[in-house]
């Protein structure tokens, strides 16, 4: 069976409007001197809370959830994570209960997700800083205690960073080939950020079991290249488990995993992205944040810049609005 067959018989929770728009940066093109066409595909507006990439990744998470019978699901995460928010957003839509668990101290005053947090009414239990191993261990103890009142709910592990979470880019992968044909474009490059790795191990896979339509290149904000690869190779293997289908590939040779604007990794911002944010909004019109997508847009114009990518290209716009709130 095709890679298509399969994913359409995997449940699946319609959230977000798609195909996501496909824009031009013609901005960014002059702005750069681009040979080639530059585009954004817009996963920032996907419908759901303040949008972004993990709605497409709740979308196969809370379709797993509904098909195991549970009422509702647990995310967790620091006090500003976009995962947790967007989990409590989509659970919403889907008319699902969301539980969440911060490894953080509850905030004095709520802002960027917090705050949509608050609106939402969502159960939050605060977990006082703490390291997220400790807090990944500590969730299975708060699923106990929800079954043992009677209410089952599924646990989204790792950052929503497993196998079902990444079907969500896997999909991305379909969409894209699907899209550039409607549209006719001819997008050789696509751009995403790597954090835990989910959207690009989605990515990754779906592209090699498309036939590698495009080149995909990942731009680390967290890790170095070997241990972004690590996270991958493991995601990839969660994914395979539900596809069935084996991705034969080393992840290095399948795509171009990128750690040199990681500068000292999640969170820490360099003087580059620090600048981005203000320069692509100025330029576009299209607010980033300084987590992921400011590293992610300065690596991608950076590179388009130097003549490293031949051929048209698109960059990912991951979302995380509702964290920009809290950034300044
Ligand atoms: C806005 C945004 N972009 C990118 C990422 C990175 O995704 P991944 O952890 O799947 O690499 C995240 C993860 O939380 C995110 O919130």
């Known amino acids: 069976m095709k890679l298509r067959d399969i994913m359409n018989n995997i449940p699946r929770e319609k ?6 728009p496909l824009q031009r940066l013609e901005n960014t093109e ?33 379709g ?19 995962l ?46 703490c390291d997220s191993s400790i807090r ?29 979470g990444a079907l969500g880019y896997v999909n991305a992968i379909i969409e894209l080939v699907d899209q550039c044909e409607k549209e006719n474009l001819d997008i050789k490059h696509i751009f995403a950020p790597g954090g835990n790795g989910g959207i690009a191990s989605g990515l990754v896979y779906g592209n090699a079991l498309m036939g590698f339509p495009f080149t995909v290149h990942i ?9 972004l690869i690590e996270h991958i190779e493991k995601t990839i293997k969660e994914i395979e488990e539900i596809t069935g289908l084996a991705f034969e590939f080393e992840v290095d040779k399948a795509a171009d995993i990128v750690d040199k604007y990681m500068g000292d990794g999640w ?13 692509f909004v100025r330029t576009e019109g299209i607010y980033i944040e300084n987590v992921y997508t400011s590293k992610l847009m300065y690596g991608y114009k950076d590179m388009v810049k130097n003549g490293m990518v031949d051929g048209d290209s698109a960059v990912i716009h991951t979302g995380g609005f509702g964290s920009l709130f809290s950034q300044y």
């Open 84 to 129: 947790c928010s967007l989990a409590a957003a989509s659970a919403a839509k889907a008319g699902m209960k969301c539980y969440i668990v911060h490894n953080s101290d509850k905030p004095e005053t709520s802002v960027g997700n917090a705050l949509l947090n608050d609106l939402l009414g969502v159960e939050r239990e605060y977990m006082g800083a």
């Open 30 to 62: 002059k702005l750069i001197g681009a040979n080639n066409k530059m585009y954004i595909k817009r996963d920032d507006l996907t419908g759901v809370g303040s949008g972004g990439n993990k709605v497409r990744c709740m979308e196969y998470i809370i």
């Open 64 to 82: 797993r959830a509904k098909a195991d019978g549970c009422v509702g699901v647990l995310a967790s995460g620091n006090g500003q994570s976009n």
């Open 15 to 20: 959230l977000a409007p798609l195909p996501t």
């Open 136 to 164: 990944e261990k500590y969730v299975y103890e708060v699923i106990d205690r929800l079954a043992e009142k009677g209410e089952k709910y599924y646990l989204i592990r790792n950052g929503a960073t497993t196998g079902h």
């Open 219 to 227: 731009i680390s904000v967290e890790d170095t290249k070997p241990v």
């Open 267 to 279: 969170s820490f911002n360099t003087p580059e992205s620090e600048n981005e944010v203000l320069e």
